[in-house]
């Protein structure tokens, strides 16, 4: 038992100070640790409530921007302080809503500065780098999101033949600020499908001429275009979830949520019914005349796919146990982070077809 306790004991410990070092990246102060704390080091500091939606929303974001500068606390500190809790210290510095982020220039000596960016990584990042001269650990991603104009509106969604997603906000409006992140990685979900979607915003603060045309009142205000010019208001939930499923339902896409690929995306039904009767069979000559038949189906297919079945067809004749070993091959390469976007698609919609070549034949044993 005493043995089972020190053990336990010892868990708690490094659990304990595993999460220590986690919080540590972002600090999180009170009254009586504030002004010490900071003393004479930059300091952005986020001043939430733990009721509070968008304090939820930020919460990983300003994580990540902790662990973006962390090792670096003697030279610039991504703190935060429970106003709610500590409400003298936001009232000491006129907090009257959540989150509010002050730059604190020179600890509390100086006068915060009052944070009023883009509330995602990069500009956070950015901010904090420009005002410290500290460089952030983040490898910076291209934009995804086209930036539309006046100009360019009618080229880019009108006559693209193309399905747009299109948001027009506004620079100062707290939604647009707080849906930014996660338009970037619908964005960047769909960068594979730029000749079907685009996924575009608007500064309609400034391309007035096309948010009056489409009656933009408020932000953000998102609307879908489709291929053929009809246009429609987007009134969706604001998860990237909830994108993809109106994107992929209205576009024919079929992306999952990080960017890969639908189990069935680049399958055919025809060709799957052919597999399968493939896989089921017992008989050698019966499966070479099945394979024969789909090599011809798909050779009359214009489906891009179609080309992997009649490889996969001629392959599973010919090599015993094929099927398996070519889908953990395939599997092996799509996890492998460094492979090539656009070739990651490819391996995908391999991958979906041979599972449909790997499936267990089916006992010959009667059944009891």
């Known amino acids: 038992m005493l043995g089972k306790k020190i053990l336990y004991g010892a868990i708690a410990t490094v659990l304990s100070f595993a999460a220590t070092v986690a919080a540590d ?25 733990p009721w509070c939606g968008h304090c939820k929303n930020l919460a990983p974001i300003y ?64 901010f904090v780098t420009k005002k410290s001269g500290v460089k952030s650990s983040i490898v910076k991603v291209i934009p995804a999101v086209t930036v539309l104009t006046d100009a360019t509106f009618e080229s ?23 849906l930014a992140p996660t338009y970037e990685k619908v964005a960047q979900d769909f960068s594979n499908d730029k000749n079907t979607v685009l996924i575009a915003n608007v500064d309609a603060t400034v391309e007035k001429k096309v948010a009056d045309k489409y009656g933009v009142t408020g932000y953000p205000t998102i609307k879908f275009f489709t291929a053929d010019g009809k246009v429609e208001d987007y009134n969706g939930g604001r998860s990237e979830q909830d994108f993809l499923d109106f994107i ?25 019914l ?46 015993e146990n094929y099927a398996a070993t070519e889908a953990a091959r395939l599997a092996k390469i799509i996890k492998n982070k460094s492979v090539n976007k656009a070739r990651l698609d490819e391996f995908s919609i391999r991958h979906n077809i041979i599972t449909v070549f790997n499936a267990v034949a089916p006992s010959t044993k009667d059944e009891l």
């Open 274 to 319: 052919l597999a399968q009767q493939f896989v089921k069979s017992q008989d050698k000559d019966e499966k070479k005349s099945i394979s024969e038949k789909a090599i011809e189906a798909a050779s009359k297919l214009t489906h891009a796919s179609a080309k992997y079945y009649g490889r996969f067809f001629e392959k599973a004749l010919s090599t």
């Open 25 to 49: 990246n972002v600090l999180a102060l009170t009254p009586k640790d504030f002004d010490k704390s900071i003393g004479s080091t930059p300091a952005l500091v986020e001043f939430y409530a």
């Open 248 to 272: 992929n339902a209205k576009a024919g896409t079929q992306r999952v949520v990080g960017g890969g690929l639908h189990p069935d995306a680049g399958r055919i039904a025809e060709l799957d």
């Open 156 to 178: 880019e969604v009108l006559k693209s033949g193309k399905s747009a997603l299109v948001e027009f906000y506004a620079p100062w409006c707290g939604h647009c600020k707080n």
């Open 63 to 126: 994580e990540e921007l902790g662990e973006a500068f962390s090792g670096k606390q003697d030279k610039v500190k991504i703190v935060k302080v429970d106003a709610d809790a500590h409400r003298e210290l936001g009232s000491r510095y006129d907090v009257k809503g959540f989150p509010t982020l002050k730059w604190f220039p020179k600890g509390v000596e100086g006068e915060p500065e009052d944070y009023t960016g883009g509330r995602d990584l990069d500009s956070l990042s950015s």
